[in-house]
């Protein structure tokens, strides 16, 4: 419902986006909000307007919110023909215990339970002024300033929210499902979030070290060709269709693991092969220096290239004073990532497989091993 009718209509907000060629988007994560519009300089002034209004003001006209539920039911159905974003949320789901669990993905009964009243109530009841981030990339901050707080100095501040707690449990989710392949992810829990620093860039050079991807890379020609998964698991079983790390950090916790595909006669083993694979990362010796130089220097050129864009720059802004604050500097966040050892991979490794297992599979579940024998893998008594 972000950047339809306020106090103008939706026509008029599209018509003045358009009038100054900007783009808006809205997006929703587990821990944030994010309203978002862009244009060019000379415009700062009528975007910071539009998006305060649109974010403060919005009607929710019955008309309106009816024709959103049945887009997202629409786009619910494509959701569920993708695999791979399921089983990602399950491990969510089955992994946590608390607000972490709820889905992203909302169930159609939950949408359709959703009305105008609902939604306003939303808005009131978290969009305080203690709550909020107005973050931009390509104006010096007195100018922001200017603009921004006329239009803000009125917003009321709530109490400082106390943060609802998840606990990691860890637990197995199956789906059956005609799918030609089957898919799986094992998961462990990141203790620490993004607050434990030091964790968390270990974590993202871990990532970059394990990388892996699509049994066809579509990048072109060597892209992730020299990340660990790849090299080990991609290039030796054909049968894998798709392989990879993947992480999702939050404030004050995290998950890491693998996420696979396969046919249904080769899922046994693709399992055994990705708890293998997070065992070895735990095994003192089995990563080489020039492995770990490796996925320094890529981790450092992916958070390069991702802040050439201003958008994902203003974006980061945001995130990191609802986190810290304050916002840290690029050549903060750079130099940590060059003080990441061997050692502390492994020591991270260790850590992260120590806790309870999260298992999640779509498709012909059968063939998948039982929660059990796989969790004993990594706590073997």
């Avoid at 994010?34 to 009528?46: I, R």
């Avoid at 606990?167 to 979030?193: C, I, K, W």
């Avoid at 050892?341 to 091993?369: C, H, R, W, Y």
Wanted: proline share 4%; glycine share 6%.
């Amino acid at each position: 419902m972000a950047f339809k009718s306020t106090n103008r209509s939706h026509l008029r907000v599209v018509r003045e986006v358009e009038a100054i060629g900007g783009n808006t988007s809205a997006s929703a994560s587990r821990e944030c909000m994010t309203y978002t519009v862009d244009a060019l300089k000379t415009y700062v002034p009528e975007m910071v307007e539009l998006l305060i209004d649109c974010v403060r003001n919005p009607a929710f006209m019955d008309w309106e919110v009816n024709e959103e539920v049945q887009k997202i039911k629409a786009e619910l159905e494509e959701v569920l023909k993708n695999p791979e974003r399921l089983i990602l949320e399950a491990v969510h789901s089955t992994g946590y215990s608390g607000p972490l669990a709820n889905p992203l993905l909302a169930s159609e009964t939950a949408i359709d339970g959703l009305d105008s009243s609902i939604l306003e109530e939303f808005v009131t009841e978290n969009y305080k002024g203690n709550r909020i981030v107005v973050a931009a990339s390509g104006i010096e901050n007195e100018e922001l300033l200017q603009i921004a707080e006329p239009l803000l100095s009125d917003l009321p501040v709530g109490p400082q929210p106390k943060e609802p707690k998840s606990v990691y449990v860890g637990g197995d989710f199956r789906r059956r499902s005609d799918s030609p392949s089957t898919h799986f992810a094992l998961a462990f829990e990141v203790t620490g979030g993004w607050n434990n620093e030091k964790d968390s860039v270990t974590l993202t050079v871990m990532q970059m070290l394990m990388g892996g991807g699509s049994s066809f890379s579509a990048g072109g020609p060597g892209k992730g060709m020299h990340s660990r998964l790849y090299l080990r698991v991609l290039n030796e079983y054909q049968q894998m269709h798709s392989f990879s790390a993947f992480n999702s950090i939050f404030n004050n916790t995290g998950l890491f693991g693998i996420y696979g595909s396969t046919s249904s006669d080769f899922v046994s083993k693709a399992v055994d092969i990705a708890a293998e694979e997070l065992i070895l990362l735990a095994t003192e010796g089995s990563v080489s220096r020039l492995m770990i130089k490796r996925a320094q220097e890529a981790t450092k050129s992916a958070v390069l290239m991702n802040l050439e864009s201003r958008m994902i720059v203003a974006e980061d802004i945001g995130r990191q004073i609802l986190t810290y604050g304050e916002r840290k500097s690029v050549h903060s966040f750079l130099k940590m990532v060059d003080e990441v050892e061997l050692q502390d991979i492994t020591n991270m490794a260790k850590k992260i497989i120590s806790s309870p297992l999260t298992m999640a599979s779509f498709g012909e579940v059968l063939q998948v091993p039982n929660y059990e024998s796989v969790s004993r893998k990594f706590h073997a008594k």
